[in-house]
């Protein structure tokens, strides 16, 4: 059909909405709504790279005419033109099928704010009750969108540009959610930031396909492979640029400090002042799989902490996260990143419990800046859950009564910000109500399936292994 003579005469532009064809998770053929972001000409045939609506911008991809139900082709909605003066009618109106399929629901998120009253809670074991007691707790459908209003005139760091979310640290956004990424981005105002750049990267033994748009210098994105130097992080744009680099680069490590070592794994702290070019260079590898931050390119207030991997031929890196040297809003996380063919095998929760171990040792409590990403989000959400039922269920009852815990007390073992306790409590809906007071649940589901999840947990932090000596950047006129 797509040959058919009148369906040739029509003309596919840039923000025609039409069904694509795709895989989905279960390698079944489905048909979801993509917009056109971009159209070229390649030999014999056009390729049009297209972006489904309301999936995450990292499945976008050029596709070629066949997989297209023009029959369903929608075009970009004009504006009414009024009539010449001489009588002559200007634009017809477009007709209910070729409009633009609205969004069918703007994304706003309502802030919800916990009062800042005493809280006490005590707590029993496995099958028992979290008693609570709070004079006010402001719940949304179980869940926090928000706990503290943002505070104005903040301007808010993201280093280089994680790990989804659909979190605001400043509060509801100013537009609606119209790329279809899961977080909204006020950085993609150019079509050229919301089309993938770079087609593949090679990183060591590894050939990433990037997620997302990075600004790679423009004589790098026409390249198939972009080669990188798994140790410095220098992009070249042949093999044989790559293999001249190794012989001259000494790096086996990331530079900087190693400050953890067990096992295979090893972390190191790289300062975004002393290595600037490493610390660009990681970055632009980051952005091409995170879209929610924007990349800037002073790394000076930012501290670099990246996981490896050892083995006979070097530290190969997992992964990282970023922090802010002195942060007002208590971030200890400020973008997080397992790279693709490491994640979903634990490195990701592994990253942020090394991050809240950095808090312990600074005597603090954290919290990663928001927006995170969809993985973000859920590896927090996981880790912070696991870490918090860890606690409860191993309160010890004392002379028969039920054990007490407080809030401050759980954010005090754990690091963890009072805010984000109080957030996955409402998460796991684990608050009721019960004879005038506020009491947590944990039923045997839950405790079920935190003893299963554990039980796959191999990865753990041991602080034994950890050598860091926090600094005191406020006494330090420059970083």
């Given at each position: 059909?797509?040959n058919?003579?009148s369906l040739?005469?029509?003309?596919?532009v840039?923000?025609c909405r039409?069904?694509?064809?795709?895989?989905n998770?279960?390698?079944e053929?489905?048909?979801?709504?993509?917009?056109i972001?971009?159209v070229?000409?390649?030999?014999?045939?056009?390729?049009?790279?297209?972006?489904y609506?309301d999936f995450?911008k990292?499945?976008?991809e050029w596709?070629?005419?066949?997989?297209?139900?023009?029959k369903?082709l929608?075009?970009?909605k004009?504006e009414a033109k009024?009539?010449?003066?001489?009588g002559?009618?200007g634009s017809?109106?477009?007709?209910?099928?070729?409009?633009v399929v609205?969004e069918?629901?703007l994304?706003?998120f309502?802030p919800?704010?916990?009062?800042?009253?005493?809280?006490?809670?005590t707590a029993?074991g496995?099958n028992?009750?979290?008693?609570l007691?709070m004079?006010s707790?402001?719940c949304?459908?179980?869940t926090?969108?928000?706990?503290?209003?943002?505070q104005?005139?903040?301007?808010?760091?993201?280093?280089?540009?994680?790990?989804d979310s659909?979190d605001?640290?400043d509060?509801?956004p100013?537009?609606?959610?119209?790329t279809?990424?899961l977080v909204?981005?006020r950085?993609?105002?150019?079509?050229v930031?919301?089309m993938?750049n770079?087609?593949?990267?090679?990183?060591?033994?590894?050939?990433l396909?990037?997620?997302y748009f990075?600004?790679?210098p423009?004589?790098?994105?026409?390249?198939?492979i972009?080669?990188?130097c798994?140790?410095?992080?220098?992009?070249?744009?042949?093999?044989?640029?790559?293999?001249?680099h190794?012989?001259?680069?000494?790096?086996?490590?990331p530079?900087?400090?190693?400050i953890?070592r067990?096992?295979?794994i090893?972390?190191f702290?790289i300062?975004?002042?002393?290595?600037k070019t490493?610390s660009?260079n990681?970055c632009l590898?980051?952005?091409?799989?995170?879209d929610?931050k924007t990349?800037y390119y002073?790394t000076?207030?930012?501290?670099f902490?990246?996981m490896?991997?050892?083995?006979?031929?070097?530290?190969?890196?997992?992964?990282y996260?970023?922090?802010e040297k002195?942060?007002?809003e208590?971030?200890?996380?400020?973008?997080?990143l397992t790279?693709?063919p490491y994640?979903?095998?634990?490195?990701?929760?592994l990253?942020i419990?090394f991050?809240?171990e950095?808090?312990?040792?600074?005597g603090k409590?954290g919290?990663?800046?928001?927006?995170?990403?969809d993985?973000g989000?859920?590896?927090?959400r996981?880790y912070?859950?696991?870490?918090i039922?860890?606690?409860l269920m191993d309160?010890?009852?004392d002379?028969?009564?039920?054990?007490?815990i407080?809030?401050?007390?759980?954010?005090e073992?754990?690091s963890?910000k009072?805010e984000?306790v109080i957030?996955?409590?409402?998460?796991?809906?684990l608050?009721n109500y019960?004879k005038g007071?506020?009491i947590?649940t944990?039923?045997?589901d839950?405790v079920?399936?935190?003893?299963?999840?554990?039980q796959?947990?191999?990865l753990?932090i041991?602080?034994?292994?950890?050598?860091f000596?926090?600094k005191?950047w406020?006494?330090r006129?420059k970083?």
């Amino acid at each position: 059909w797509w040959n058919s003579p009148s369906l040739q005469l029509v003309e596919i532009v840039e923000g025609c909405r039409l069904p694509v064809l795709r895989k989905n998770q279960e390698n079944e053929d489905e048909w979801p709504l993509a917009e056109i972001l971009s159209v070229r000409d390649a030999p014999g045939r056009k390729l049009y790279y297209v972006h489904y609506v309301d999936f995450n911008k990292r499945l976008d991809e050029w596709v070629t005419p066949d997989r297209l139900d023009i029959k369903k082709l929608q075009f970009p909605k004009k504006e009414a033109k009024t009539p010449t003066k001489n009588g002559l009618p200007g634009s017809r109106p477009s007709s209910p099928d070729r409009d633009v399929v609205k969004e069918a629901m703007l994304y706003h998120f309502y802030p919800v704010y916990i009062q800042h009253l005493p809280v006490h809670y005590t707590a029993v074991g496995k099958n028992g009750l979290l008693c609570l007691c709070m004079f006010s707790l402001l719940c949304q459908n179980g869940t926090t969108r928000r706990i503290l209003p943002s505070q104005p005139g903040r301007k808010r760091k993201n280093c280089g540009t994680d790990e989804d979310s659909q979190d605001s640290s400043d509060g509801i956004p100013s537009a609606p959610r119209m790329t279809g990424s899961l977080v909204s981005d006020r950085s993609h105002d150019d079509i050229v930031t919301r089309m993938k750049n770079i087609d593949c990267i090679e990183l060591g033994r590894h050939r990433l396909k990037p997620w997302y748009f990075s600004p790679y210098p423009q004589e790098l994105t026409s390249l198939p492979i972009l080669y990188l130097c798994e140790f410095c992080l220098k992009f070249l744009k042949s093999l044989k640029c790559l293999q001249r680099h190794l012989t001259k680069c000494n790096l086996r490590h990331p530079p900087g400090n190693e400050i953890y070592r067990k096992g295979t794994i090893s972390y190191f702290e790289i300062d975004g002042r002393k290595n600037k070019t490493y610390s660009q260079n990681l970055c632009l590898l980051a952005k091409c799989f995170l879209d929610h931050k924007t990349l800037y390119y002073d790394t000076d207030p930012f501290l670099f902490y990246v996981m490896t991997e050892y083995d006979s031929k070097g530290f190969h890196i997992v992964g990282y996260f970023s922090k802010e040297k002195e942060s007002t809003e208590d971030y200890n996380v400020a973008c997080i990143l397992t790279l693709p063919p490491y994640q979903r095998r634990g490195y990701g929760k592994l990253l942020i419990e090394f991050s809240y171990e950095l808090s312990k040792v600074e005597g603090k409590t954290g919290t990663p800046e928001k927006p995170l990403s969809d993985l973000g989000l859920l590896s927090y959400r996981s880790y912070w859950s696991q870490t918090i039922l860890e606690i409860l269920m191993d309160l010890k009852s004392d002379n028969g009564e039920r054990p007490q815990i407080t809030i401050n007390e759980i954010s005090e073992i754990t690091s963890v910000k009072k805010e984000d306790v109080i957030s996955t409590l409402q998460y796991l809906n684990l608050i009721n109500y019960y004879k005038g007071q506020y009491i947590l649940t944990l039923s045997e589901d839950i405790v079920e399936g935190h003893e299963r999840a554990m039980q796959k947990r191999h990865l753990r932090i041991d602080p034994k292994c950890l050598h860091f000596t926090p600094k005191d950047w406020s006494k330090r006129g420059k970083w």
